[in-house]
Structure formats: C-alpha cells, structure tokens
C-alpha cells in the first residue's frame, strides 16, 4: 500500500516542522532522488555553457529555486557554478539550510556558549572551599619520580661537556607555512514566503527557474478562502515578471490525478509562458517523472519542450510483488457486493469452470465501505472532493441530521 502524499495530511508549513525538516534533510534515499531530479531540470533549462578556458564570474547563472527546502536541490546548483536564491514556507527547512553558513561563521558555537553560561550561572551553587584540586599521589609514587631523576643525572655522560644545552635536541630548520587564501562560508540566500501570494522580486531578476516537488501544494486547499487557480495565477504572473525575456523556469511536480497536470498547465499558458509538459518514463510507475518546462516571452524561432527520456526500466522485485499481489486481488474479487442505502446485493461475475473450483477456496476481505447515502459515506465524498480543491462546506452536526415533519 502506498504511503500517504504529505499534501493530503497538513499545509507544508505544518507538515515540515522541526522533526519532519530534519528526517527529511538526512534520508539517503530523498537526498538521491532530489539531485538526480535537480540535475535533470538543469538538463532542461538548458542554459548557455561558457566557452572552454574562460571561468568569469559573469559565465554562472542566477538562479530562483521555489520550494528550496533545507537546500538539497540549492547545493547541486552551487555544484553546476550557479548562484541562487530559495523561497519556501517551512521557517524549519530554511533554518537547516542556512546551518552549514551559520557553523561558519561561529554563530551556532556563541549561541551554544551562551547557553552553557546561562545553565552555569542559574544552576544551584555549591560551596567547594575547602575542596583539594590536583592529581591524587601516594608516597610509593612520589619516591619512584625521585629515583628516575636520580638515574637520569647519573647516567647523562656529556652533561659536564654541555651544562648549558641539550646536545640531544638538535637545530631545526623552521618550516614557513605559505599563506593560503582564506575561503569564505558559502552564502546560502534564502527567502520565507507563500509561493501561492507571489515572489518578492524585481522584474528581470533570474536568468532561470527550478523547483522541485512543491507545485503540487498549490492545488490543495489549506486555509478558508483559498482557490487552487488564483494562487496557481499569482505565481506564474509574478515569476514571468522576475524573469529575463527568454528565461525558462522547470518545474517538477507529482500529480495526484490528471486533472491537475492540466490545471496548473492551463495557469501557467494564461500568464504568458510557452512551453509544455514533460514526461519522463511515462511507462514506468516508479521512475515516471512529470516537468513541466516554460519560456518567458516570445524568441523567434518558437520553443518546444525537449521529449522525456523514454529508456526502458527493467522492473524491480517490489514491483513484480505488486503485480502479483494485484492479480491476486482480481482473482479473490469475482465476486463483487455493491452497496445501495444498506440492502447488499451481490452480482456474480461469469467465472470460468476451470477456475471456479480454485477460487471458492480463497478468502475475501470485508466490504468496509460505507452504506450508499449514509452519513459516514457523505462525510468520505466531502473529504474526496477537499484533496482535489473544490469548494465544500463544513461538516458540523447537523450534517445529514434528518429534519422532523413539520409543515
């Protein structure tokens, strides 16, 4: 059974506090998926790469990374010789993303010390005045260290020669450290804000635009008074603003059904972007990939998004245990109970003969589905239609509650 999408569960300000930001910071397997995501967006944006021998500073690209996180995405930027500037919800995320500056420049180090001075100078005080401080020695011992000072006097033979000098320590020629150049903390520029209120930026700012599993949140409805379509409108109107006329921005997002490819496709055309979605693996449930890929403006020539990669994956073992497990499902349901106002009425699907025997022997699971029109069944269709962003009013007790027969 697949684990439950973080967007059904909480708004991602909530969802990613403290413990989330970090679990998700430190998995292996988040952090691979991310950077071959990144780079394959990079793959995408196709930015002009500087000629052989020349490394000016003015060769990178400034870039805006919406949904930056803890900077997963950010540091295969830097990588690329890219600078960038991240924007996301989560205080928690940018915290650790700026961490890694922080350690840098002593921040965290004075924050701890004024913690232990703190806990020092509150903490019960105990009188140790007449407490003896030292290395605790017997008698025996101090008797040993004076025999082996006696022994090594005696046993020096040119210390008559040299009263003043140890012959044995020899001159040494000083080693003079080159001055190396001092690198600096990386600067790690990072932005609290709502992506779905619009980007604080200048026009023209970025010559180009990543973002890595965040869209998708637009498309969910957290706070009374959200629409999915004009947050979708609010972003792509002010990331066309803040980007260079010819600038792509690459976005990659997990659909939770068809209709939202087509509905954050359709906000994104109506602000002035051209381009299209691509889909990477599209035969594969498990690699297959959804970027949708934009240009800012009008080039002549026209722009066409890049076709998906399309390599054949061979399926893994999880992957033939799910198949397996889902023929076995179909087998198990030939018989299938459908529920209409709490009558059940069964319908019998044409079996073959052949396998009849071999199914009656396998064990069906419990319809736990509620009754057709029951108050429960009302309360999971309310639910469904809050996932895909619709309008629905909110449950109280009077939900389903049948009105008496008055006239």
Known sequence: MSATRPEFENPPEIFYNATEAKKYTVSTRVQTIQREMTHRALELLN????????????????????????????AVLTEAGHAWVGVDISRDMLRIAKQEELAAYGIDEAEKKEEEEDFLRNRKKVDLSNVKWGLIESAEDEAEEAEEEEEEETTDPLKDLFPHH???????EEVVEEPTRPEGPQMVEVAHSDMGD????RPGTFDGCVSISAVQWLCHVSKKGQVPQRRLMSLFQSLYNCLRRGAKAVFQ????????????????????????????????????????????????????PPPGL??????????????EEMEEEEEEEYRTRARVAGRDRERVKRARAASAHHRSNKKRRPDVRPATGSKDWVLMKKQERRRRGER???????????RKPRF
């Open 47 to 74: 930015l002009p790469r500087p000629a052989p021998g020349h490394t000016d500073v003015n060769d990178s690209a400034y870039l805006l990374d919406i949904g930056c996180g803890s900077g997963i995405s950010g």
């Open 166 to 172: 140890n012959v044995l320590d020899f001159p040494t």
């Open 198 to 201: 619009g980007l604080p930026f």
């Open 253 to 304: 997002f997990y659909p939770s059904c068809p209709e939202q490819v087509h509905i954050i496709t359709r906000a994104a055309m109506k602000c002035g972007f051209g381009g299209g979605v691509v889909v990477d693996y599209p035969n594969s449930a498990r690699a297959k990939k959804y970027y949708l890929v934009l240009q800012a403006g009008q080039v002549s020539g026209g722009f066409v």
């Open 310 to 323: 399309t390599d054949d994956l061979a399926p893994s073992d999880e992957e033939e245990e799910e198949e």
């Open 392 to 402: 629905v009013t909110e449950d109280s007790k009077y939900t389903m509650r049948p």
